[in-house]
Structures are given as structure tokens and as C-alpha cells.
């Protein structure tokens, strides 16, 4: 075996970034139907950034270690599992544990990362990638002179999803602070600043009609600005609610309230459809079903990617052990792009 040993960061309560541990450990062995990837990528998503005040609305108990996904080479792979998936390059959606030098993953959860995409690349589109893909062509099923409303286009998910939806033919209107609005205009997309205040209105103004979809991951009185805004016919895909990251009380409230409008919404006979996206969504029914959707989405995005329908945004590398520089920075707002973390 080799001689490396496990590096993991254990997330250990409600902390600040500083507040995280770095455990040492042996490396995990892999069980029947299992394989050890050796992690050459994670990232910091907002999931994390919730974790860690106690307000992702499924999280574990503390302690955990966290990492919703992770890119690396299959290192080794347990009974049942055949011996040539050891060394290759795989990707794995996880919600926690990727934060570690070392991951046990079930074989069926791994997708293959083709060649010439680079660890880095490839993890920038894992969890961001598949949000998007699914919600741009599961949910809202966008097709080209569709005009759609992203809200937070300068990031994770944003990023990702208004490159898609340029790649699918839509018109793209995008929120961000006025630093981002060059880069987004040279994707093709219609900036508008959410900090100027009365967003609606300045949308309403490029899309009299309204619009064909929302990607709103705000949540609270954004989600029923959102729902306004939408065309005849139009989607409304609310898939968070950053809005209430720094909230105290229940972390399901604002969860629960979103789906309560969304059920609603539904119920009113406009024609206009409300999702409220959750990637586990189908899981516990059908692991099979939901790992195969699974892999045929991100095996789009990384066929986006490939063709440069997809850039791979970096925002900073930084070593696992500091995991808390990158949770940092990501919270900081000032970044764009993902947060990656090499061991």
C-alpha cells in the first residue's frame, strides 16, 4: 500500500473559517462496490458557507467533514468492482467528505472526467455544473430566442448556467455588482446591477412581455419578485435562499416557506410552472435512476466544457490545509468563479 496518510478538514460546530480542524488519519480502505479516489480537487460551494453556521437545511450532525464534491484518480477499488478503474480520473457529487486527501465513494456514484480536462477545470463544474445543466434543460427546458433571468451571474451556478443557456440560444439577462458587468457583456449577456436597487423594474424594461425563466437562488421577497417577472408559459427555478444565510432560528423556515409559495404558485391556473431545485432530488426513490441522470448531465457539461461552451472559472487554488483562507474568500463576495482546494 502506499505510504501517504489522510488529510481531512473537520468542520467541528457553528465556527468561524479559523474555527476548522485538520485531522491526520489512515487512508480509508474500499469496501464491496467501492473504490478510494485520491482527491487532486474540491471546492467551496455555498453549501459549505451554510454548513458552517448550522443553516443547510440537511446537513449531518457536528462534527463532519464537509466537501460537496470532489475531482481525483481512482486509487484503489474494493471487491466487486473491476481493477482497471484504478487510475483513472474521476469526478463525485458527495454533499459532505470531500474536504479529505482520501475518499471511499461507491464506484456507481464516480463519473469519468475525459481526457485533457484538468483536475481544477473539472471540479468548477461538478455540483455548479449539474445545477445548472438540470435546471436549464430538466426544469426550465430553454430553447434558442428564449429570454432568461439569472440571478447572481457572476457566480458558482450563475457562471455556469449563463454560458449554457448562451450555448442553448437564449437571451440572457444577468444580475451582479457593476465590477462584473464587462466580463458578462462579453459573454453576450444583458448586465443589471441588483445594488442599484428595483431590479424588477430595470427588467421589465428589457423584457416587456416578462420573461421565459428565473434562476433565482436568493429566496424570500427576490423569489416572489422573480415569480412576477415571469412571461405566460415561464419557469420560475428558485434553487436556494442565500438571502437568509446570516439569519438565526430554523435553517428549514425559509426552506419550507419557498416551497410552500412554489406549491402556490402551482396551484394558480396561469400556466406559469415553479420549481424549487434540489440536486438529491429522486435519490432515495431511484438510486439508480438518479445516478444515471447523474452521469448523463455531468457528462454534458464536461462535452460544454470541451468545447469551450463552458470556461472553467478559477477564482484561487489554495492547499486543503487552507481550507479556511478559501472559505474566506469565498464568502467574501469579492471573487469570481469557484474557490478550489488541491491537496
Not at 458558482?156 to 457583456?185: F, K, M, P, Y
Not at 466544457?305 to 490545509?321: H, S
Amino acid at each position: 500500500m502506499n505510504a501517504e496518510g489522510l488529510v481531512e478538514v473537520v468542520l467541528p460546530g457553528q465556527v468561524e473559517p479559523e474555527g476548522l480542524e485538520i485531522r491526520h488519519g489512515a487512508v480509508p480502505v474500499a469496501g464491496p462496490g467501492q473504490v478510494v479516489v485520491r482527491m487532486e480537487a474540491t471546492g467551496v460551494s455555498f453549501a459549505e458557507q451554510q454548513m458552517r453556521r448550522g443553516r443547510y437545511y440537511d446537513q449531518p450532525p457536528f462534527p463532519f467533514v464537509p466537501g460537496y464534491d470532489l475531482v481525483g484518480t481512482v486509487l484503489t477499488t474494493g471487491p466487486g468492482v473491476d481493477p482497471g478503474l484504478a487510475g483513472t480520473r474521476v469526478a463525485a457529487l458527495l454533499k459532505v467528505g470531500g474536504w479529505a486527501s482520501h475518499v471511499c465513494v461507491d464506484a456507481a456514484d464516480v463519473v469519468p472526467v475525459p481526457d485533457g480536462i484538468g483536475a481544477a477545470e473539472a471540479e468548477t463544474v461538478v455540483v455548479n455544473g449539474i445545477t445548472a445543466w438540470q435546471m436549464l434543460h430538466r426544469k426550465a427546458r430553454i430553447r434558442a430566442g428564449r429570454t432568461v433571468l439569472v440571478h447572481g451571474a457572476n457566480g458558482g451556478v450563475g457562471s455556469v448556467l449563463v454560458q449554457l443557456a448562451r450555448a442553448a440560444g437564449a437571451e440572457v439577462i444577468g444580475t451582479a455588482s457593476a465590477r462584473h458587468h464587462d466580463a458578462l457583456r462579453e459573454q453576450g449577456v444583458i448586465p443589471v446591477d441588483y445594488r442599484a436597487g428595483n431590479v424588477a423594474a430595470r427588467v421589465r424594461e428589457l423584457a416587456p412581455g416578462g420573461v421565459d425563466a428565473v434562476f433565482d437562488h436568493v429566496g424570500g421577497r427576490s423569489a416572489v419578485d422573480s415569480w412576477r417577472l415571469l412571461a405566460p408559459g415561464g419557469t420560475l427555478v428558485a434553487y436556494g435562499s442565500a438571502s437568509t444565510r446570516d439569519d438565526t432560528g430554523s435553517k428549514q423556515w425559509p426552506v419550507l416557506k419557498l416551497l410552500g409559495r412554489v406549491w402556490l404558485w402551482n396551484a394558480l391556473p396561469n400556466g406559469r410552472h415553479a420549481y424549487f431545485f434540489n440536486i438529491w432530488a429522486g435519490r432515495a426513490l431511484s438510486r439508480s435512476r438518479f445516478r444515471a441522470r447523474l452521469r448523463a448531465d455531468l457528462t454534458q457539461v464536461f462535452g460544454a466544457l470541451q468545447r469551450g461552451d463552458v470556461t472553467a472559472r478559477i477564482a484561487a487554488r489554495l492547499p486543503l490545509t487552507e481550507a479556511a483562507e478559501a472559505l474566506r474568500l469565498a464568502e467574501s463576495g469579492t471573487v469570481a468563479g469557484k474557490v478550489v482546494l488541491n491537496p
